[in-house]
């Protein structure tokens, strides 16, 4: 059975800790005018649940959390040493939630530059990334606390007396699992978001297309890309890889499969398998 605290006790640690979180609170700044305006509407609801031990957390960013009121928790049943390498378990998943969600961001932005520009596009692109980081902040806030720290907590306090190694590697495969499920998700929305804006906005021509200084041929046939009726489990059947592929994976799968389903292999073409192929290929590439 894992220890628990009293109420008492989780409303002290909560008191205690208090300022803490207010001042990180309104001294984060963002250069970035979406980014801060979102932050501003947003800092009010910045709780976390953390389920199964009736307290709460709160983000102070729109990425990260000091945690202070998990590491007083952990605190009153673990020792200095174990509570420090707890911390930087913690903190450790603040660089991989801003990774994720900067990554999209950067998706969505890069995308402006296939497309026609007009007066329309910027704002347009402000937009999606805004719907983006909305839909971002509901899992976040619905999962992280959960899915993650609530979980993390649990484990760690029941496995106390564990070698550091096991318990570290406990923690992480928590951390790494929860939060490719959180990557996931998003990348199917980033995928919705992209099928809008190339819906809107004329495509440029494949010569003229640029995404990170490499031609992005992820469009090259709109309808075929965007209209087969294929979903991410779909595609990763296809492409024959397991759901953990690495984008190195995605690419090196797609080559073997397009050698041997390329209508230009006379023995083994077949333009139905290679659209699908090529779809599939299209909707992974951005996860």
Do not use: C
Request: glycine letters at 2%.
């Amino acid at each position: 059975m894992i220890k628990k605290i009293t109420t008492d006790l989780i409303s002290k640690i909560s008191d205690f800790n208090k300022t803490m979180y207010e001042s990180k609170i309104n001294d984060q700044k963002y250069h970035n005018n979406l980014l801060q305006n979102f932050w501003d509407s947003k800092k009010q609801q910045n709780t976390l649940e953390i389920t199964n031990f009736n307290y709460q957390e709160q983000l102070t960013s729109l990425t990260s959390s000091p945690f202070h009121n998990t590491i007083s928790y952990y605190a009153n049943f673990a020792t200095k040493e174990q509570t420090e390498l707890f911390k930087i378990t913690l903190t450790s998943i603040n660089q991989r939630i801003k990774d994720i969600v900067y990554n999209g961001l950067n998706i969505i932005n890069m995308a402006q530059n296939n497309v026609m520009a007009d007066d329309l596009l910027e704002n347009y692109i402000n937009d999606l990334q805004l719907e983006y980081l909305t839909h971002y902040w509901e899992i976040i806030t619905n999962k992280l606390g959960s899915n993650i720290i609530s979980p993390l907590l649990e484990n760690s306090l029941s496995n106390l007396s564990e070698f550091k190694e096991y318990l570290d590697k406990k923690n992480n495969l928590i951390i790494k699992t929860e939060l490719e499920i959180i990557h996931r998700q998003l990348n199917k929305y980033i995928y919705v978001l992209l099928k809008k804006l190339y819906a809107k906005f004329k495509l440029k021509p494949i010569d003229q297309q640029f995404t990170n200084n490499k031609k992005f041929h992820d469009f090259e046939d709109i309808d075929l890309n965007f209209n087969n009726n294929i979903n991410e489990i779909e595609a990763y059947k296809i492409l024959k890889l397991n759901f953990d592929a690495s984008i190195t994976d995605i690419k090196s799968s797609y080559r073997h499969l397009a050698k041997i389903y390329h209508p230009d292999n006379q023995k083994t073409g077949d333009e139905l398998i290679m659209q699908r192929i090529l779809a599939a290929y299209n909707l992974l590439k951005i996860k």
